[in-house]
């Protein structure tokens, strides 16, 4: 299922989908279709790459039934939540989410950082290079994971506090757990022997990788700009047939969203939920 989902949003990587969500799955007619909780409420994934969507999508309508929740799906694209209105006209309400739209980035632009756009990104490298000459990158391990718990827990401790945050404690607590056991990358930038941002990511299918995390202390310049190239460059020498990064939504926070945009996205990846009208 995750090669049939080529293409589509962070959602549907696996690794996205054990570390984040609480999931219940079942096969029908060979195809994997999930139950999520992503965020205090159930819903269903769009079922990629299933040969009978429309018996698809009355068993699904069943399953929530028996659950007394709604049949809510999440994560079309605009192709199928064309193909859902073609086959049930007027029967879904449909709900683009800019907050969940996917940042997608060549893997060479974020590598090496070309062009008058990326400039300013070049600069920060270059300045952090020359106030701290002897930081160094050093490849995650599950040795040397407990470098990345504690720059966490720091990290944390100087932010406030809402639900996304906890939820991403969970996730990259689980992240840190099963390092190796869902063949994660990961590379922290030190500096005197203390990391000082990282980045870890696991791959998707043949064309795509998923950046899943990315920490650095904002205080410190260039730091975020330096562990996003180098992690880039990690992953394009490690996987060079990739050609994109999928660094993931940005939750509707402003800063991120500016961050992401400074970047240059190839594509923004448009996603929709829908819901049965009459079961709003």
């Given amino acids: 299922v995750m090669q049939a989902a080529a293409g589509h949003g962070s959602e549907f990587s696996f690794v996205n989908l054990f570390l984040w969500g609480d999931q219940r799955v079942a096969s029908v007619d060979g195809t994997p279709v999930f139950l ?9 994934p769009w079922p990629v790459g299933c040969r009978d969507l429309p018996g698809t999508l009355e068993l699904l309508r069943q399953d929530a039934c028996e659950r007394g929740i709604p049949l809510r799906l999440f994560g079309l694209l605009p192709e199928e939540r064309d193909r859902l209105e073609a086959l ?4 879904f309400r449909f709900h683009s989410v800019r907050d969940s739209a996917d940042y997608v980035y060549e893997t060479e632009q974020l590598a090496q950082l070309h062009g ?3 400039q300013a990104k070049r600069n920060h490298c ?3 290079e020359q106030d701290h000459p002897d930081a160094r990158t050093e490849v ?11 720059m966490v827990k720091k990290w944390y401790e100087v932010h406030e506090w809402n639900e996304q945050i906890e939820q991403e404690k969970t996730a990259i607590s689980r992240a840190f757990d099963h390092f190796e056991a869902v063949h994660m990358d990961g590379l922290m930038l030190i500096e005197n022997g203390e990391v000082i941002a990282f980045s870890m990511g696991a791959r998707m299918n043949e064309q795509y990788y998923d950046v899943c995390f990315e920490k650095a ?6 730091a975020y700009a ?3 190239r180098e992690f880039s460059r990690m992953i394009a020498e490690k996987y060079p047939e990739l050609e994109f990064l999928n660094r993931e939504d940005d939750m509707g926070e402003p800063g991120l969203r500016k961050a992401k945009e400074s970047y240059q996205p190839t594509l923004l990846l448009a996603k929709y939920n829908a819901s049965l009208r009459e079961e709003e």
């Fill in 36 to 44: 999520s909780n992503f965020s205090g409420s159930l819903t269903y």
């Fill in 88 to 91: 049930y006209p007027g029967r």
């Fill in 116 to 118: 008058k756009k990326l």
């Fill in 126 to 128: 270059n300045r952090f």
């Fill in 140 to 150: 995650i391990t599950p040795e040397n994971l407990a470098l990345c718990r504690e």
């Fill in 217 to 222: 202390y904002s205080a410190i310049n260039g």
């Fill in 226 to 228: 330096m562990i996003n």
